[in-house]
């Protein structure tokens, strides 16, 4: 796929870095040179540019590419004026990062396809391995509706996943079972393999590295989680 991201910090950065890496063609663009020098030689393609200007950016190749991410977070004027000329400019496909909750109303009124908030999942992530130490890897389907994958304790190894309940008390639906083992590696190191058991019956025996896969509302997550 081909994107456009603008807006080259710590989160554009990494994310027309990333793209790129997966086998896409990233055009990048900021107005700072130092973000755009580092990122030369890993995109296909970058420019320093005023983006606020709407002549510089019509002359953006908007029509060749799938996606347009506005990456732009601190300048909370220059993200919503690139987005409305985005959105005047015709691109068909936009997503718009948002520091912050009056920041993600404003951009909710341009009818975006994606609204990006990394600084409130981060977040919710820290929260989630200090006040609660339980390591958690989720991703957002829809508003309030996460897949999440995330250890069990120690205290329901030996228990059957029947005996989890979870879909009945916390209305959380078990989608996959990663399964944990420790194994020496080539050099003499010991670490933990995972393997993914898509097929599992309600009366597998729960390890102590069991991962469970689910899907519900970060309400019910955080309802187990505190349970736990």
């Known amino acids: 796929m081909k994107y456009i991201i603008i807006g080259l910090g710590n989160y554009g950065g990494v994310l027309a870095e990333e793209l ?9 663009v900021d107005r700072n040179p130092h ?6 030689d ?10 606020t200007d709407e002549e510089a950016l019509s002359a953006l190749p908007f029509k060749e590419v799938d996606v347009v991410i506005v990456a732009i977070g601190e300048n909370f004027g220059a993200s919503v004026r690139v ?9 068909k496909r936009i997503m718009a990062r948002a520091v912050d909750e009056v920041h993600k109303m404003i951009l909710e009124a341009f009818d975006l396809d994606r609204i990006l908030t990394p600084e409130k999942e981060a977040a919710r992530s820290l929260v989630r391995l200090l006040d609660l130490q339980i390591n958690v890897e989720s991703f957002r389907i829809a508003d309030g509706y996460y897949v999440a994958k995330f250890q069990l304790p120690s205290s329901f190894a030996g228990m059957k996943l029947k005996d989890l309940t979870l879909e009945k ?27 993914v058991a898509n097929e599992f019956t309600e009366n597998l ?8 896969v689910c899907y519900g509302t970060y309400k019910s997550f955080m309802e187990l989680w505190k349970a736990l």
Request: charge should be neutral; glycine fraction near 8%; charged fraction near 25%.
């Open 205 to 212: 025996i729960l390890d102590v590295h069991d991962e469970l």
């Open 35 to 40: 973000h755009v020098e580092l990122l030369k």
């Open 83 to 91: 987005v409305a000329m985005l959105k005047k400019l015709g691109a």
């Open 169 to 195: 008390d916390f209305d959380l639906k078990i989608i996959s079972l990663v399964r944990g083992k420790k194994t020496i590696n080539a050099i003499g190191v010991s670490i933990m393999e995972h393997r």
């Open 42 to 51: 890993k995109i296909a393609t970058s420019f320093i540019m005023d983006v």
């Open 20 to 28: 790129s890496v997966l086998g896409n063609e990233v055009i990048g």
